[in-house]
């Protein structure tokens, strides 16, 4: 159970609106939510339409006069009521009114005296009593309380004893910054003198605030002025003045205009205030989803080390969530913490493909492969992953066991990727004779597919070209575009180059007409400026016998590579370090000057792994 007072020093600001429309929209995200009419001289909470209870019934006032009649406890279960049909996805609501407003609702709210109820009837443990019975009676997972304005004994009931947080609402005025000074300075020695080590939430939120053009600064100073006053560090929300009939009405806009302005500034109010309840187990996981929590806490990192311990607490058997603040303590470099959580959330069976991931990584990193692998084959029978998340399942199937990276093709996890995903994955995996064979299996298989556009069946070839002369499968590059020789002029400059290539690797003669292609295609390739396609120009003009124009193009090849991590050749046709480009570079250089060369992947000889990383030729 998480109690929430709503306070405002001045009224105005439409403190009890937020309050109902908060409860609703809790109620409606299945949470079990009891609202509290403390503000007892001015009730309301059970005026709005879809809160009002079917008979006027007891309520606050009436407990509380009964308590000090008979010196003991009524059953609570007498004085809150429920509104009927309100919840959804098993939430429910319940409202305490302030009490049975008949003629003598007044005769006895004015019985009540608030120092003799603590000082001679043990009022305070009166309410501590009251929460406890809140919680055996209805379990609520959150208890909205509308507190009365002003210094009063029962604000300060509603702001200091019973909360966990407090929702401060104010219109930027002095009027309000001087009397919230003192309301705030009270709650914090509440906190330090009866608390402990609890803390109470404290959201300030600017309401009923004019949606004008700020132009002389004069809302942000004031703002600015609450901020330094009241020392906090930044606004929870703002919720602005709405201007709508409907207000009139009472409507609850989180159901009546859901997609209004003032519906999306209470929804984030709400979100704003459970994320604060660690015992919320939906917003626990929404707050450490979230990135960059900083701006839920602040940069006050022992209060976000707090937050996570209490969810941690409060959630112990909760494998989701053990997995997502190990991953939070992961990203904070609390390398002992992350292990013994993922552990944890492993031991509660928490299996999500991230999970399992992380969890393979971390079993490699320790040496223990073959129970890595079993986590990874878990994720591979899994439909419809993240690319990402695939990408670097097979970053630790290569390190792990490259030989058997090709069968992975054929698993559901990427049987069911999209052309698209599948030709990004692909054109990272260029690096290998084992990449490139699992290249080849996984664009064959979606060629296949007699759903795929003759757009993304052109595209799955251009990239299957590449992988099979990669692996020195020429023939079957050549089939690709179809019996008997394609005319060069039907070819665009990438199909020019790479049928070329593949020809003259079966053929052993460099086919003029297709590198001509490729040399009268290169005015119109503006874009194309990378080292692999001045390397395929160098070649080109080779063929054609213009060998200044090659060495002109391979020592600009060289140039660019030397300033490049990573590269595409097309004297091996597979990704390259910097360092063999360089060394490829030198080897065209050495055929255009008339030494006996044949490219790398003529023969298949060049089987060597390298680092991952996404490249593609041209």
């Known amino acids: 159970m998480y109690i929430v007072t709503f306070y405002s020093f001045k009224g105005g600001v439409g403190r009890t609106l937020a309050l109902a429309n908060i409860g609703l929209e809790l109620a409606r995200t299945g949470r079990r939510v009891l609202l509290v009419d403390f503000d007892l001289e001015a009730p309301g909470v059970d005026t709005f339409e879809r809160l009002k209870l079917g008979e006027a019934g007891p309520g606050l006032v009436d407990y509380i006069c009964d308590y000090m009649r008979t010196k ?64 055996e009676c209805f379990k609520p997972d959150y208890v909205l309380i509308d507190s009365r304005t002003g210094h009063t004994d029962i604000a300060g009931v509603c702001t200091r004893q019973l909360p ?39 959201h300030f939120v600017m309401s009923n605030v004019p949606d004008l053009d700020d132009e002389y600064e004069i809302l942000s100073g004031l703002e600015r002025r609450f901020r330094e006053v009241l020392g906090y560090r930044r606004l929870t929300c703002t919720i602005h003045r709405y201007d709508s009939l409907l207000l009139l009405r009472q409507s609850l806009f989180v159901v009546e205009r859901p997609q209004s302005r003032l519906a999306k500034e209470y929804r984030t109010l709400a979100e704003k205030i459970t994320e604060q309840n660690t015992l919320d187990r939906s917003a626990a996981i929404r707050w450490l989803r979230k990135e960059g929590s900083t701006d839920l806490l602040g940069a006050d990192w022992t ?64 040496g223990r492969n073959p129970e890595a692998l079993d986590r990874l084959n878990k994720i591979l029978i899994t439909e419809n992953l993240e690319v990402g998340l695939l990408t670097d399942v ?32 692909t054109r990272e995996l260029n690096r290998s004779h084992c990449e490139l064979d699992f290249a080849v299996r996984l664009l064959k298989m979606r060629l296949d597919n007699r759903n795929i556009t003759v757009a993304e069946a052109n595209e799955i070839k251009s990239d299957l070209v590449l992988s099979l002369i990669g692996l020195s ?100 046709f597979r990704g390259v370090t910097s360092e063999e480009m360089v060394e490829d570079c030198n080897k065209i250089e050495r055929l255009i000057k008339g030494e006996q060369l044949e490219p790398d992947f003529f023969h298949g000889t060049d089987r060597l792994d390298s680092p991952t990383g996404m490249l593609r030729q041209f």
Not at 80 to 106: C, D, F, L, N
Not at 395 to 422: G, M, N, Q
Not at 536 to 558: M, P, Q, S, T, Y
């Open 303 to 366: 209060k976000r080390e707090e937050h996570v311990d209490e969810i941690v607490k409060h959630h112990p058997t909760d494998g989701e969530l053990l997995y997502l603040v190990a991953m939070n303590c992961k990203r904070r470099g609390l390398r002992d913490k992350y292990e013994a959580l993922l552990d944890a959330s492993s031991r509660q069976g928490y299996e999500s493909p991230e999970a399992l991931l992380e969890r393979a990584k971390l079993l490699h990193s320790e």
């Open 72 to 135: 003991s406890s009524p059953d609570v279960r007498g004085y809150v009521h429920e509104a009927v049909s309100e919840g959804q996805e098993g939430g429910r609501i319940w409202i305490m009114p302030s009490g049975k407003r008949t003629q003598k609702y007044s005769d006895r709210l004015n019985s009540i005296d608030w120092q003799r109820l603590y000082d001679e009837y043990d009022g305070y443990l009166m309410f501590e009593d009251l929460k406890l019975q809140w919680q």
């Open 473 to 572: 499968r020429c023939e079957e590059v050549l089939a690709l575009y179809g019996p008997g020789r394609p005319p060069s002029s039907d070819l665009n400059v990438q199909e020019a180059f790479n049928y070329a290539m593949a020809e003259w690797a079966q053929t052993h003669v460099p086919p003029p007409d297709m590198f001509k292609r490729v040399i009268d295609l290169d005015t119109t390739m503006k874009s194309f400026t990378g080292a692999n396609y001045l390397q395929c120009l160098a070649i080109a003009f080779w063929a054609l016998g213009k060998n200044d124009e090659a060495l002109d193009r391979v020592e600009k090849a060289r140039s660019m590579a030397l300033n490049a991590a990573t590269s595409f050749s097309c004297w091996r």
């Open 394 to 425: 097979l970053s630790i199937l290569k390190r792990i066991d490259p030989e058997h990276l090709p069968e992975v093709a054929d698993t559901p996890a990427f049987r069911s990727l999209k052309s698209d995903k599948c030709a990004w994955i």
């Open 164 to 202: 966990d947080a407090v929702v401060i609402l104010f219109f930027p005025n002095e009027q309000n910054l001087v009397g919230l000074k003192t309301v705030v300075s009270s709650i914090r020695c509440e906190d330090d003198s009866f608390k402990g080590n609890k803390r109470t939430q404290l």
